[in-house]
């Protein structure tokens, strides 16, 4: 179920600015692509916000560092955090060995209205990274 040159598994969701959505019932599974995390190398810091705080779509909500370089991460639409990734303060490095599994990082909670018609399909976004 994933494009096999990049990684890109078609039943989520991406941005532009390279953050997947997975979304679970009315809930929001949120994280970095595989893309990204190739292109940062080995991340060993990911700031995350805490529970239960609300963020506009396109707003920053956290921070990745590797041994290359610091990125903010923006929201991929309006929402309020559930749940952070607690492992990753331990283990950064999940987002690099799982991106879209054990690496996740938000669970949020879309606000009214708010879904993934915005967002770019498998198809889109491989042609993105690829341009």
């Known amino acids: 179920m994933s494009n ?8 989520i969701f991406y941005t532009r600015e390279h953050v997947w959505v997975r979304m679970e019932g009315k809930e929001a599974v949120v994280g970095i692509t595989d893309f990204a995390q190739d292109a940062l190398g080995e991340i060993v810091f990911v700031d995350l916000p805490l529970p239960g ?3 506009k ?12 370089a610091a990125n903010a991460l923006y ?11 607690e ?7 999940l987002v ?8 996740w990082m938000l669970r949020i909670d879309p606000h009214e209205g708010e879904d993934a018609k915005n ?4 198809q889109r976004y491989a042609e993105l990274i690829q341009s």
Do not use: C, W
């Open 4 to 11: 096999a040159s990049q990684n890109l598994p078609i039943d």
């Open 53 to 55: 705080t609300h963020f």
């Open 57 to 68: 779509a396109g707003r920053e909500f956290g921070t990745v560092e590797s041994v290359k």
């Open 75 to 85: 929201m991929p639409f309006s929402g309020t955090v559930r749940f952070v990734n």
């Open 87 to 93: 492992e990753l303060s331990d283990t950064p490095t």
């Open 96 to 103: 690099n060995m799982e991106p879209y599994g054990a690496g």
């Open 119 to 122: 967002l770019l399909d498998a």
